[in-house]
């Protein structure tokens, strides 16, 4: 990958971590691809990296196009909201990030992945008063 302002190449890499930069927010529109480092293509001609969706930014240019991913990053930032408009360049639909069906899904993950950490905290807070009983039950009969 060829980093457009710099033109660093990092690489070679499998495409799999091409995928994960990508969604990852660390491939942009205007970096390239290569898979034999002298023919160079634009990252979102890469169908299989599915930059496919630009972002209205109030006051700027459309951004993009960039990968669901670099779209649920940017959300994670602060850089934008739930309510920014996005186009999925396939279809030419504009809709809020918020009613995109990536959106939905990460959403749906995030809500899975908060109940397992509160189901571990509750099995984790439960031993700890099992063990405070039995200190309290060893005291008191010490006691006596």
Sequence with gaps: MKKH??????????????????????INAQDSISNDGKT?????MIEDLHMDWLIEVKGN????????????????????????PIVNCCTGETMSVAQ?????????????????DLENELRISSETITNLEARIAALEGAKA
């Design 5 to 26: 302002g710099s033109g660093n190449v990092h690489g070679p890499v499998s495409f799999e971590k091409l995928l994960e930069w990508a969604d990852a927010a660390q």
């Design 40 to 44: 160079w293509t634009k990252a979102p």
């Design 61 to 84: 240019p459309l951004y993009g196009p960039t990968s669901a991913g670099a779209i649920l990053e940017f959300l994670n930032l602060g850089e934008i909201d739930a309510c920014t």
């Design 100 to 116: 995109s069906p990536f959106y939905q899904e990460a959403d749906t993950s995030r809500l899975i992945s908060r109940v397992a």
